[in-house]
């Protein structure tokens, strides 16, 4: 039993580097958020809570509401996090325009961020972009969304 | 030699491995396109019991939104927004030409109660004419920004534009406050609900703050820089102009007070609308408005634009339509940018009542780009077929001639490249159509006979 025991210990201390349990490590980080998705080239992983609370799937139409979402780094080495900034908005490609306001981000943790401004006013499909910048480089996440 | 306990732990760890590998990804993650929603059609056995027959699951969901109107929503930037004594004295200064500095024209002179609160013309004629039409005030409680190009972020705030153009009433705040602060009677109610009114004796008569510009005479200084200001109030100090807009305030607040109870009555789709929406065929309701509400919220895209119970989504478009022969072309919402950027009485400004909330974010948030050159605030529907002209500048006379437009789009502004709308195609419209969502349009009024003085309440005194 010792030996299982040991041999497992090993196990774990030689995954701790590889890139398939960091990514693993990763998701899991975001587990609370009802909407996870990868950037476009796959850096970061994105938490989304449309409705801040933690319940709603869906934005609500033509009304105020707020965003929270969480940024991971898909290799999971969370030192990524420190310098890292956001800029979040929401558009109608198809009709050539986005919202009204520009959302207000507020920083409220490592990779932690929360949004606020964003009113979807017209029905239809609405693409939620993120935009993460670390150092010199930016990435994007985005995904479609529909006010209900 | 292994035992077996490890040899299980083994197993279990290779399962766990091989689990987290070909674990699927839940529905929600994709890192591309994931509509939020399911589909909206169509699988019969998931419809609503008794869906009316020719409307999908998807239509009676648009139709919900449209009705009822319900309760005005609160305005926080606006301590007396419901305040009965506000109301009253709101409504006695609407209709007061002690605002215009001629002492002739008040608010009711273009907004006139027996006309839905236009002037009936496609463009204002007071004291000169105006470049925009007047818009109805009906339902203005629910909207978010003022004017045709949302410069306004408050209702308190837009009503100071007209009382101090110069071709609307031409007056001005100083010259408006010490007006009421010499009719002892009106200043102690604006006192009961705002606190005693300073001595104005040691200011002058006048001190027009802003020449409104429009297109007939644009602005030859920058908005909000003092060449914008007359002498006299560049020679007030900051905290007596400061003291001057506070009560200014007060002004707009119990004109908006009144204004948020210029409420629509309910409507024969009002009354259809839950019918329609258990499967009710509603008889009562004429068989052309339910073909045209059919059209309205699936081939003519109307409610797109024109959706929720005010029938409008408080945004900007450009929807293309030329200017009105005379005129220039009118930069609409794109133009509006310095004047929400100078506005003393903004919903995130000094003198509002909730400077962190919703209206004040989105004041202070506001995004105007190239896109929304040539776009016009989305009117609300109700009571539209009482209130020709239509469009910002009166451009069309009837219903009729708006739906034309958006069927062929003849003399419409060729769309920018940059900022495609593939809502500004033809909608190709038959005739039988188009007078089907005249009939649907007609459906949207109400029979309110709106209350008001019939003599100008500074006659009274």
Known sequence: MIRALALIALFFVGCAGSPRIDAIAARARLVAFPHIIESNDGMWLVGIDLSGDGDAHTPPFDTPYALSFAIEPADGDRSNLADVTIVVDCTMPQHGHGMNVVPSVRRSGPGRFTARGFELFMEGEWLLTIDITKGIYTERAQWWIEPQ | ?461
């Open chain 2, 1 to 461: 030699m292994v035992d077996r306990t490890t040899v299980a732990l083994f197993v279990m760890l290779a399962f766990a491995s091989v689990g987290c590998e070909a674990t699927p990804r839940p529905p929600d993650v994709h890192p591309n396109r994931v509509p939020a929603s399911a589909p909206a059609e169509e699988n019969p056995a998931e419809r609503p019991e008794l869906p009316a027959p020719d409307f999908t699951p998807a239509e009676l969901r648009r139709i919900a939104r449209l009705s009822p109107l319900g309760p005005p929503p609160a305005d926080p930037t606006n301590r007396v927004a419901d305040d009965p004594r506000a109301r009253a004295l709101g409504k006695e200064l609407f209709f007061d030409a002690r605002l215009s500095g001629s002492g002739t024209v008040s608010c009711a002179s273009c907004h006139d109660p027996i006309r839905d609160f236009t002037d009936g013309r496609a463009l204002p004629s007071t004291l000169g004419e105006g470049t925009r039409n007047t818009p109805a005030l009906w339902n203005l409680a629910w909207e978010k920004s003022f004017f045709w190009d949302g410069r306004a972020s408050t209702l308190w705030g837009q009503a100071w534009v007209p009382i101090e153009h110069p071709r609307e009433m031409a007056g001005d705040r100083l010259q408006v406050l010490h007006r009421i602060a010499g009719d002892r009677a009106l200043c102690s109610e604006f006192e009961a609900l705002f606190g005693v009114w300073p001595s104005l004796d040691r200011f002058p008569a006048r001190a027009t703050v802003a020449p409104a510009s429009d297109l007939r005479e644009p602005l030859p200084a920058a908005i909000g820089t003092a060449a914008e200001f007359t002498p006299e109030w560049n020679a007030l100090s900051s905290d007596d102009r400061d003291l001057i807009d506070a009560l200014a305030t007060q002004v707009g607040k119990v004109l908006a007070a009144y204004q948020r109870t210029l409420v629509s009555g309910e409507t024969s789709f009002d009354r259809a609308a839950p019918l329609l929406a258990t499967g009710d065929t509603a008889a009562d309701y004429p068989e052309a408005a339910r073909r045209g509400l059919k059209l309205f919220i699936g081939k003519a895209r109307c409610h797109l634009c024109h959706s929720g119970p005010t029938f409008s989504d408080h945004a900007f478009h450009a929807t293309g339509v030329a200017p009105r022969p005379g005129l220039p072309e009118d930069q609409g919402r794109f133009g509006a940018r310095a004047r929400i950027e100078a506005d003393p009485f903004g919903a995130n400004g000094p003198h509002s009542d909730a400077p962190e909330g919703d209206a004040a974010f989105r004041a202070g948030a506001g995004v105007i780009t190239g896109s929304d050159f040539g776009a016009f605030r989305t009117p609300g529907l109700r009571n539209v077929a009482r209130t020709a002209p239509y469009m910002h500048a009166g451009q069309f006379a009837t219903l009729e001639e708006v739906l034309r437009f958006y069927s062929d789009r003849v003399g419409s502004i060729p769309a920018d490249p940059a900022h495609p709308e593939p809502l500004n195609e033809p909608l190709r419209l038959t005739r039988a159509e188009i007078a089907d969502l005249i009939a649907f349009l007609e459906s949207l009024s109400d029979e309110i006979t709106p209350t008001f003085p019939r003599t100008d309440p500074s006659e009274r005194r």
